[in-house]
């Protein structure tokens, strides 16, 4: 009967079937052509006049059928996972959908789906939202030693979409099997208790040295030599530094805080020639923004040293956020991307100051100085500090 038909008008012959509502008229002579179906025309009829009639199963039949000729045929994916989500297996309808979304982010997709993509979108998240109350609700039944540590929480936060996974990205060197963590706990350094009890000290000394004379320039400056920065930030007072070492050298206004260069030398700070030890009062203006970034190197720890920490401030690093407060420290790994803001109405300032992984062995550190000082002889350009 097929070879009686001609596939052309047969379609035609469908479509218009189709158009009046008369689903089983439009399979009926869909069948008849038998091995000369044409795809994928052929397939999306039969797809669209199943899915009128209720049959699912003959609806998938005819998608599985346009997949095989390409498995990343966009409408297709929308289409079973629309079926899915119409028979209610909502596993299968996110993961139907879910390909189709990440096909569409890496081809742009046609204005005519668009507003399916949306919906698949929209149904994904509805369906994450449920999935993490399902398992809230079992972990809320659990007794107090089985709550989840925040380390598993975060997992949580991952695999339900809630987050983001934010790793070491150094824009210089990177230093392989190092943790990944953001925040380091200050409890964990032997040198941190004694530094801290000297707080009001470091805060009094800083006051003193900007009372006497304005010693702040723009964090992010421009080099004559150099490409200008990319920062938002660049020639910026909003973001400005006070440097007390700078590439490793002492600077004049360190004459002036002797009880805080005291305190930085019982850090474990690297020593590395026109490079270590920096440290620096860091300041941000009301309204100021630093956007997300990484730092240069991996081997290395950032720590601030609250030392004017008005409401409204706040530093991000990977998918934790957290206030300063006064003469506590915060230690964390630059290389993961990382924000800063004050939404107060006065200067946050800290003491900014870099420290070494305490993971690195010795040996590596004292070859990692060698590398870094070649670095800064041969190629110093891949040494600088980026915003």
């Known amino acids: 009967m097929g070879a009686d038909l001609d596939p052309v008008e047969a379609l035609r012959a469908a479509q218009d079937a189709l158009s009046r509502g008369d689903a089983r008229t439009a399979l009926d002579v869909l069948s008849a052509l038998g091995p000369a179906l044409p795809a994928p025309q052929g397939h999306w009829l039969i797809a669209r006049a199943s899915a009128m009639t209720g049959d699912r199963a003959g609806e998938r039949s005819a998608l599985s059928g346009i997949l095989q000729g390409n498995r990343r045929e966009m409408g297709a994916l929308i289409a079973m996972g629309r079926s899915f989500a119409a028979s209610g297996d909502e596993r299968a309808a996110v993961s139907w959908f879910t390909t189709a979304l990440n096909q569409a982010a890496a081809t742009p997709p046609p204005d005519n789906l668009v507003p399916l993509l949306r919906d698949a979108q929209r149904y994904c998240a509805e369906a994450q939202n449920r999935f993490a109350a399902q398992f809230e609700a079992a972990i809320a039944e659990l007794d107090g030693n089985s709550r989840p540590s925040p380390a598993l929480s975060h997992g949580l936060d991952l695999l339900f979409g809630r987050s983001n996974l934010y790793l070491q990205q150094p824009t210089m060197f990177y230093y392989p099997g190092l943790p990944q963590h953001a925040f380091y706990d200050p409890a964990g350094f032997s040198w941190t208790s004694a530094f801290e009890a000297q707080a009001e000290t470091m805060r009094d000394e800083f006051l003193a040295v900007s009372t006497a004379n304005e010693s702040f320039n723009p964090y992010v400056r421009r080099s004559e030599a150099r490409p200008a920065s990319s920062s938002p930030l660049l020639e910026d007072p909003s973001w400005g530094a006070a440097y007390l070492f700078d590439g490793g050298e002492l600077q004049a206004i360190a004459k002036s805080a002797p009880l805080t260069i005291a305190a930085l030398s019982t850090a474990d700070q690297p020593v590395i020639a026109k490079r270590s030890p920096m440290a620096l009062y860091s300041r941000l203006k009301p309204g100021t923004h630093i956007a997300p970034h990484h730092g240069l190197l ?65 040996g590596d550190r004292e070859l990692l100085v060698r590398i870094f000082e070649t670095i800064d002889r041969v190629a110093p350009d891949l040494g600088k500090e980026q915003a």
């Not at 300063?324 to 630059?334: A, P, R, V």
């Open 298 to 362: 991996n081997t290395r720890l950032i720590c601030h040293m609250p030392l004017v920490a008005p409401e409204g401030c706040a530093l991000r690093v990977g998918a934790e956020t957290r206030q300063w407060q006064f003469g506590k420290l915060q230690i964390f790994d630059d290389s993961i991307e990382h924000e800063a803001w004050n939404r107060g109405t006065s200067d946050r300032t800290v003491l900014l100051f870099e420290i070494w992984r305490p993971e690195i062995p010795q």
